[in-house]
T-cell receptor, first 114, second 117 residues
Framework: DVKVTQSSRYLVKRTGEKVFLECVQD?????MFWYRQDPGLGLRLIYF???????EKGDIPEGYSVSREKKERFSLILESASTNQTSMYLC?????????????FGDGTRLSIL | AQKVTQAQTEISVVEKEDVTLDCVYE???????LFWYKQPPSGELVFLIR??????QNEISGRYSWNFQKSTSSFNFTITASQVVDSAVYFC??????????????FGKGTTLSVSS
């Protein structure tokens, strides 16, 4: 089975801090994704990556950056955390560039910015 | 523009009732894929099913069944004889081949299903 592991289930940080959310997948998947999930808004794509060192903006990239130095690891960075970034963050991976591939998700990180 | 609408925000049923979760999508593409995911209280989204736009056969897997109707752009999900363990948020999603990677999904806002005993 595919395993997508997010480093923290719960995280509390302060406004202005630089925050790193880590995600690792163990199935040699090409694509990795970061979403945020908010009540009433569903899942919104922040960034995705289709290869090492390659990244593309999703629907809501403002205030975020990403890093993919190794194929198995995709990091989401909040450069200067703000209270409106309090949310559930979900990482996902998928096998290839074909659009029929399902995405496999981690357990999520519930981030609170105080 | 691609869009997925799950009009039902919350549904509550009693165990053993059948329940249908609606999903309506919009796309300009002739080839696309539709997905259903389940998110239990633990938080992880679990992949349930994938359907391509050329396959309109209904699918049944145990108590779960899916009805894909291209004519009405709908991909509805029915749970027969619901159980408490079915309580979760269910998401319908559409593949978005217009982006560079071709694999990003567009999600509906989800339907929260509560099954009581």
């Amino acid at each position: 089975d595919v395993k997508v592991t997010q480093s923290s289930r719960y995280l509390v940080k302060r406004t202005g801090e630089k925050v790193f959310l880590e995600c690792v997948q163990d199935m040699d998947h090409e694509n990795m994704f970061w979403y945020r999930q908010d009540p009433g808004l569903g899942l919104r794509l922040i960034y995705f990556s289709y290869d090492v060192k390659m990244k593309e903006k999703g629907d809501i990239p403002e205030g975020y950056s990403v890093s993919r130095e190794k194929k198995e690891r995709f990091s989401l960075i909040l450069e200067s955390a703000s209270t409106n970034q309090t949310s559930m963050y979900l990482c996902a991976s998928s096998l290839s560039l074909q659009s029929n591939q399902p995405q496999h998700f981690g357990d999520g990180t519930r981030l609170s910015i105080l | 523009a691609q869009k997925v609408t799950q009009a039902q925000t919350e549904i509550s049923v009693v165990e053993k009732e059948d329940v249908t979760l609606d999903c309506v999508y919009e796309t300009r593409d002739t080839t696309y894929y539709l997905f259903w995911y389940k998110q239990p209280p633990s938080g992880e989204l679990v992949f349930l099913i994938r359907r391509n736009s050329f396959d309109e056969q209904n699918e049944i897997s145990g108590r779960y069944s899916w009805n894909f109707q291209k004519s009405t752009s709908s991909f509805n999900f029915t749970i027969t004889a619901s159980q408490v363990v079915d309580s979760a948020v269910y998401f319908c999603a559409l593949s978005d081949p217009t982006n560079q990677a071709g694999t990003a999904l567009i999600f509906g806002k989800g339907t929260t299903l509560s099954v009581s005993s």
